[in-house]
């Protein structure tokens, strides 16, 4: 598809009154224009929680509640609360990578949940000393087995958004998947660690 094939296509979803919700898959393929294809997509339609709109007022204190929450960062948050880490005040949380999806959005939500944020990102200096810290730990950096347990404080809760493949000759496909976490040694040292997959 091209980028004006989608365009087209988002214009026809907003307009139709029966779609109450439009979501673009991503990542788009390189030949489309991903933040041109989102900006098409009506305020009151996104699903996904992306618009300028929607953001601005997740990150808003006081203001107007978004009209959608990007489910990734709405599901780390869900299952902070019901593994019984819902009073975050005060804690310290380290967000590791700062994509629109993810990062951003899950730094804001437990900011809003008077976490303490760090966000750590390709350009952080020595990411180990920031998790050193870290009480809260979302790991969204597109890097295999990236977060090592020696670098997390003991008793930390982890969530590992990463989805990596592995070479894997045992495997039949020849790769697993693995998250952005070690999870071997990551979970020696967590109080809660999510798997992958």
């Known amino acids: 598809a091209t980028t ?17 919700g439009i979501l673009v898959q991503l990542p788009l ?17 996104d699903a996904d929680g992306f618009s300028a709109m929607n953001i601005g007022n997740l990150c808003l204190k006081g ?5 959608a929450v990007p489910c990734t960062p709405a ?5 902070l609360q019901r593994s019984g880490y819902s009073n975050l005040s005060g804690l310290n949380a380290v967000v590791i990578g700062r994509s ?17 944020v760090t966000t750590c990102h390709s350009r952080t200096a020595d990411i180990p000393a920031h998790l050193k810290n870290a009480d809260i730990v979302v790991a969204a950096i597109g890097k295999a087995e990236f977060v090592k347990g020696e ?33 071997e040694s ?12």
């Open 4 to 20: 004006e094939e989608l365009l087209t296509a988002v214009r026809e979803l907003n307009a139709d009154p029966k779609i109450h």
């Open 29 to 45: 393929p390189d030949q489309c224009d991903e933040p041109l294809i989102l900006k098409e997509i009506a305020v009151e339609k």
């Open 63 to 67: 203001g107007d509640p978004p009209l």
């Open 75 to 79: 599901g780390c948050i869900e299952l």
């Open 100 to 116: 629109n999806i993810v990062g951003m959005p899950v730094g804001a939500l437990l900011q809003s949940m008077n976490a303490t």
């Open 151 to 183: 670098w997390l404080k003991p008793g930390c809760v982890v969530i590992d958004v990463g989805i990596n493949d592995k070479v894997d000759p045992t495997k039949k496909r020849g790769y697993r998947m693995v998250g952005d976490c070690d999870f």
């Open 186 to 197: 990551c979970a020696k040292v967590a109080a809660a660690i999510t798997p992958v997959p």
